[in-house]
């Protein structure tokens, strides 16, 4: 009979070390030990112990464009707690596809890797451009004087391009720097909505708040599909 090896891990929010196999090789122990050693004279103490696992594991990922996420262990809730709920650079979970993602992240430069979407809720950065890309952005993004939702695509805004959407004659390299210029650029993304067409806002140089920068208008006509995680 084979007891499984410890397997020592080092906590992800602390220095403590536990053994992640610790109940199972516990369990097998006392397998072992209750064929090996009939207690015919009163029970033992070793059989009636109960085994609390030791340490837990989380699967995180750090940008929403990685495929596969990474394994961090944990000592206990507590620490589990405090690392996932970090401020700003914590993790949290996307509400289309449930995977559960850091909020900021040096490998995504920094930027807030999710997005408020009027029908799916708080979404990661790849959902949303899954999203956007197959039915536009709501009208509602539009509605106001300032700029909302939007985001940056890949180089020379390959995404959309790629999606079939076209740049907006006089909407390339756009520059909003107050609400009027926001204003004119969303009056005139509600009348292509109102045409029949997708709009999407792909941000070219923008400032933190999007106060203040260059973006982009890409439209496109289709009949719309239902995105689903």
């Not at 004087?145 to 959407?165: T, V």
């Not at 029949?196 to 006509?221: D, Q």
């Amino acid at each position: 009979m084979v007891i499984r090896h410890a397997d020592i891990q080092k906590c992800g929010n602390c220095e403590k070390r536990f053994d992640v196999n610790f109940a199972e090789r516990m369990s097998e122990r006392q397998r072992q030990h209750r064929l090996e050693q009939p207690h015919l004279f009163g029970s033992c103490g070793f059989l009636q112990r109960h085994y609390e696992p030791k340490g837990m594991t989380a699967e995180l990922y750090d940008t929403p464009w990685e495929d596969r996420p990474h394994t961090v262990f944990f000592h206990s809730d507590e620490c589990e707690q405090a690392y996932i709920h970090a401020d700003s650079f914590g993790y949290r979970d996307c509400e289309a596809c449930c995977r559960t993602l850091c909020q900021q992240h040096p490998g995504n430069g920094w930027m807030w890797q999710f997005r408020e979407h009027a029908e799916l809720g708080e979404i990661c950065l790849r959902c949303y451009q899954d999203e956007i890309l197959e039915n536009g952005q709501p009208r509602s993004d539009f509605s106001g004087s300032k700029i909302s939702g939007g985001m940056f695509f890949s180089g020379d805004n390959r995404e959309p391009l790629a999606a079939g959407f076209e740049e907006v004659d006089g909407f390339e390299n756009y520059f909003v720097h107050g609400c009027t210029r926001a204003l004119m650029y969303n009056q005139r993304a509600l009348e292509l909505i109102d045409a029949g067409r997708k709009v999407v806002t792909g941000f070219e140089r923008l400032a933190i708040g999007g106060l203040e920068g260059y973006i982009t208008m890409f439209a496109k006509s289709e009949s719309p599909k239902s995105f689903r995680c």
